[in-house]
């Protein structure tokens, strides 16, 4: 514990300052010091302090418009939340703009300061006073990037529940929920698209089985819980809900044409399917008559082989029988 | 559950210290502080006090852009103010008032580390008027800070500056004047005061009689005693108690005087914070290691060796798990720190190429951010690793060199010895060996031996005996003059119960051969004995054991005891507060070491279940064994 013995120390300086009057020492120099001013402050401590003014302003702004910014809690509010988008894009770009400009500055009044000439202890200190400069002005910009990153995380993680993915993770409930908050925050408006909304929404809940979803629904119901519905949210929402809506409605019309349709093709079928069977026995005639056929056909080559076989023989028995004969003339006729 | 301990020492002084460099308000909490530039100047002691609390980017970050020396030529700097934290000796306030008359600074804010006397304020009141820098000079601070904090639960009173007025050379020289004697108390009360201040409690104090533990108990009673009574200016108001701590939980002070034990600040070491203490001359948190250059130098001289200085402190977490471990098991422990390292190393890269597959794969957003947030953390943890890695490098180095000594000096075998000598078990290797072993460990090694042995042994050694050992050890270029004082030391004391103090000790040799196949280690202790050293209490713990548990233990039974916020002065003996002790502080007068404090580190894991929850060690100097064999030798040739 530090012990603070500035009082003790001017209580001292007063009682010495007697004692040198009453001894009637030095009473000039009492007069002279009395008669110096204040120093004037040197130029370069000015202008560092209007650096760090300037950052501790930027600063100041950040912070007082933090809450805004940030807005975790915009959607429960029945109004719309306090900062627009837009509000929210100039106060990046200016704190970007203000923050190159200081960095700039500081830059700049760096190389003017280090060029001049000055003893070793200046300068090292001076270096050391711009290295905190910086350092101040990084923390700023940190401020800064947290409160922009935490923004740009949100927008993603809207346009990622409000994206819809084609397999339909989502749960029954989860769309009634969100459907809840839509119609508070725009209840005088979505009336009748409500309505609308609520029966295309069953129908779709039942065409829709739920997958596996705990975790997943563990998980949207948290990123709900943090995503707040702005206009800009609403109204791609409401778009989503007239595409739906279209949707469903054309897809109705669709099922009932086919439904005709396949009626149709069943009449045809049927009709078919009569013929068909009358043709089998036609065919199944033609087919024995087939087999039979084939079979004759058969044997009958069997008998023109077997006939073939015979004419062959029988021409050869014919053609002995007439060598025999003519033979037989010969000799009768040699011998006579 | 443990109630919340108390700010430790260190952290109370850090407190103190940023305090005063954020120009004597609290220091604020709120994000991006604005920074006021300011210049430290400090003399020797300031920068002891210092430098083992606040590194240079700490000192950075709370705006002092520059540190000097108090006595060293400095150049005006304008308007920038200036914050001194120097000790109210008459040259310092001397070269103020010379700074104030030359006008260095915008505005003066002065820190005394102790309290400033009347006529030195009033020096400075008068230089300040004649070089009317009066407005100037914004504040004037009594800081109580007149200590080196070294560990959390570590203290010592001296390092550079007027270190030897309270050695233990000074306080037991045959021709001593009753001045310097006074002084010295002078000195080391003042500093005993300023821990009290700074810790907010008032600790009831015991200490042996009859020497000059003895007296500083006395003065410090005194002491506090006045500054209690002093209701105005007291020190010890309620308001500077935190939440936590009750009035009736007092701290118990236990002042020991050097000559209880001699043996231990001779002793050779084996935990690894007191093995860099003794051969690698740690002082204050900071080691200096020789490295080999890498190739020789084309002529074919001799490598150049550099010496590279590492810090070990607090923020070194591998530091503060093994810093009171055998050195074997370091060894291991740094070889696993490294696979660690090097597994989550091919970590951080495996992520990297993977993230470059799957970073076209649009339809998978979710594993995408799930490979963001891997990314980030990823990014995040890299300078962590790149710290880990300097830290595991630093590490390795300092035991490399370690392990250069001990292999050199061979001094596993003397700690096997002494060990075995405390403990009264019977040597492998007789003494004759050790000392005719040129080899063996240099002179200062030899020395301690015999001195230890000498110290250590039951019956007293005849004549003839103690002459053939010191042929011996004047054949091994001894310088023999501890020697003389230690026979005086010994005759004085009649410490016959001594050696038995060291009792319960021992080692145990484990073969190297399983560890080696184990862990492949890269330190190749082979030839390296791995000592495993029983656990025991030396003489100073046992006599804190003793006192924290109002035990009755022969030699405690006489000690005094004070208690500064009694009404009366009594001679007792006997403690009137039987509370159970929470805290305790233990302070050598003389020079301490890292042995004792490593085993009083140790007795209070040992009771984790007991009462006493920290013990803070403290010494007049820290002195290591080389050191104080110098002493012991200037004190012996003196005996002539």
Redesign the interface.
């Known amino acids: 514990m530090a012990v603070d013995r500035t009082n003790l120390f001017l209580a001292t300086i007063k009682t010495v300052k007697t004692r040198n009057k009453i001894l009637n020492i030095g009473s000039e120099e009492a007069k002279s010091t009395a008669s110096i001013h204040p120093r004037p402050k040197g130029e370069f401590v000015v202008r560092a302090k209007d650096v760090i003014q300037n950052i501790s302003k930027l600063r100041d702004f950040l912070l007082k418009h933090r809450k805004d910014y940030i807005d975790a809690t915009g959607f429960l509010t029945s109004e719309v939340s306090k900062m627009t988008d837009n509000e929210r894009d100039q106060i990046d770009n200016d704190a970007q703009t203000f923050m190159r400009t200081c960095s700039e500055a500081i830059r700049i009044f760096k190389t003017e300061v280090l060029k001049q000439p000055m003893p070793q202890q200046v300068r090292s200190h001076r270096e050391a006073v711009f290295e905190l400069m910086e350092a101040y002005l990084k923390a700023v910009c940190k401020l800064y990037s947290e409160q922009r990153a935490i923004r740009v995380k949100r927008v993603v993680d809207r346009k990622r529940i409000s994206r819809l993915e084609p397999e339909g993770r989502r749960t029954g409930t989860d769309m009634t929920e969100l459907r809840q908050r839509h119609k508070r925050a725009r209840a005088e408006l979505n009336s009748e698209e409500g309505d609308h909304k609520s029966e295309t929404d069953d129908s779709k809940v039942m065409k829709n089985t739920p997958a596996s979803d705990d975790p997943l629904q563990m998980e949207y119901w948290d990123e709900d819980e943090d995503d707040e519905l702005s206009p800009e949210e609403i109204q791609m929402f409401e778009q989503e809900n007239e595409r739906l809506y279209n949707e469903m409605n054309s897809l109705v019309d669709e099922v009932r044409q086919i439904e005709g349709k396949v009626v149709e093709i069943s009449r045809l079928q049927e009709i078919f399917a009569d013929k068909v069977l009358q043709q089998e026995v036609e065919i199944d005639r033609i087919a024995d008559t087939v087999v039979q056929s084939t079979e004759n056909i058969k044997e009958g080559n069997e008998e023109v082989r077997e006939a073939m076989k015979k004419d062959a023989g029988f021409r050869v028995w014919i053609l002995f029988f007439l060598v025999m004969c003519s033979f037989s003339l010969l000799f009768l006729e040699w011998y006579s | 559950m443990r109630t919340i301990m108390a700010a430790s020492l260190r952290e109370k002084q850090t407190a103190?210290l940023k305090?005063?460099l954020n120009l004597?308000q609290e220091p604020s909490r709120s994000?991006?502080v604005?920074?006021v530039?300011k210049?430290l100047v400090y003399d020797r002691f300031g920068q002891d006090i210092i430098s083992p609390i606040l590194s240079v980017p700490e000192l950075?970050d709370m705006?002092v852009?520059?540190h000097?020396l108090l006595h060293s030529d400095?150049?005006?700097?304008?308007?920038?103010p200036a914050v001194y934290f120097v000790m109210p000796s008459e040259e310092n306030v001397q070269r103020i008032c010379q700074d104030l008359r030359n006008q260095l600074y915008?505005s003066y804010y002065l820190?005394f580390i102790s309290?400033?006397s009347?006529q030195r304020?009033?020096d400075?009141?008068?230089a300040?008027?004649?070089?009317?820098t009066?407005?100037q000079?914004?504040?004037?601070?009594?800081?109580?800070l007149n200590f080196i904090t070294l560990e959390d639960d570590m203290f010592t009173l001296r390092h550079s500056q007027n270190r030897e007025a309270i050695s233990y050379y000074a306080i037991n020289r045959g021709d001593v004047q009753d001045s310097e004697m006074e002084a010295s108390m002078d000195a080391i009360v003042d500093s005993l005061f300023s821990v009290f201040?700074?810790l907010?409690t008032v600790p009831i104090i015991r200490s042996p009689r009859g020497n000059a533990a003895e007296m500083v108990a006395e003065k410090l009673d005194k002491k506090l005693r006045e500054n209690i009574r002093d209701s105005r200016?007291s020190?010890f108001t309620s308001d500077?108690l935190q939440a936590g701590q009750f009035s009736f939980q007092r701290p118990l002070l236990v002042i020991l005087d050097r000559n209880l034990d001699l043996a231990t600040p001779l002793h050779h070491t084996w935990t690894y914070q007191a093995l860099a203490h003794d051969v690698l001359d740690l002082q204050l948190n900071r080691v200096s290691v020789e490295e080999p250059a890498g190739e020789k130098s084309p002529q074919g001289a001799r490598p150049k060796r550099k010496a590279k200085s590492y810090d070990l402190n607090f923020t070194d977490k591998f530091w503060q798990s093994h810093k009171g471990s055998p050195f074997p098991e370091v060894a291991e422990a740094v070889q696993r720190e490294l696979e660690e390292y090097r597994s989550q190393e091919d970590e951080v890269k495996r992520l990297k190429s993977v993230m470059g597959l799957e970073g076209e794969d649009e339809g998978a957003?979710s594993m995408l951010s799930d490979n963001t947030a891997k990314l980030t953390s990823a990014v995040s943890s890299l300078p962590e690793l790149l710290e880990k890695k300097r830290l595991i490098d630093m590490h390795t180095n300092i035991a490399s060199a370690l392990l250069d000594h001990i292999k050199v000096r061979k001094l596993d075998v003397y700690f096997e010895m002494e060990e075995k000598m405390m403990s009264k078990q019977s040597l492998d290797k007789s003494l004759m060996d050790m000392f005719s072993d040129p080899e063996a460990g240099s002179p200062e090694d030899k020395m301690r031996l015999f001195i230890i042995y000498f110290i250590c042994s039951a019956q007293t050694m005849s004549d003839a005996e103690i002459d053939q050992y010191a042929v011996a050890l004047q054949a091994a270029n001894c310088d023999l003059a501890p020697l003389h004082y230690i026979k005086r030391w010994k005759a004085f004391t009649k410490m016959t119960a001594a050696p038995s103090q060291y009792g319960g000790g021992g080692t145990k040799t484990i073969s190297m051969f399983s560890r080696l196949m184990n862990t492949g280690s890269e330190f190749v202790m082979e030839g390296v004995k791995n000592l495993v050293v029983k656990k025991h209490n030396l003489p100073v713990t046992r006599v804190a054991d003793a006192l924290i548990d109002n035990k009755s233990y022969q030699d405690t039974e006489d000690y005094r005891y004070f208690d500064p916020k009694m009404l009366r002065v009594t001679d007792s003996s006997i403690p009137r507060n039987r509370n159970p002790v929470q805290e305790a502080i233990v302070f050598i007068v003389g020079s301490g070491n890292y042995i004792e404090y490593q085993n009083l580190v140790d007795y209070v894991k040992g009771k984790s279940g007991g009462s006493i929850k920290r013990i803070t060690y403290g010494c007049s100097e820290l002195s290591n064994a080389m050191l104080f064999l110098k002493q012991l030798a200037k004190l012996g040739s003196e005996l002539h």
């Open positions: 103190a305090r005063m004597n994000s991006a604005e920074p530039w210049v950075r705006g852009t520059l000097l400095r150049d005006p700097i304008p308007d920038v915008e820190n309290a400033v009347r304020l009033e400075l009141a008068s300040a008027l004649q070089a009317g009066v407005p000079i914004s504040k004037v601070f009594d800081q109580y201040v700074t907010g200016n020190l500077s957003i």
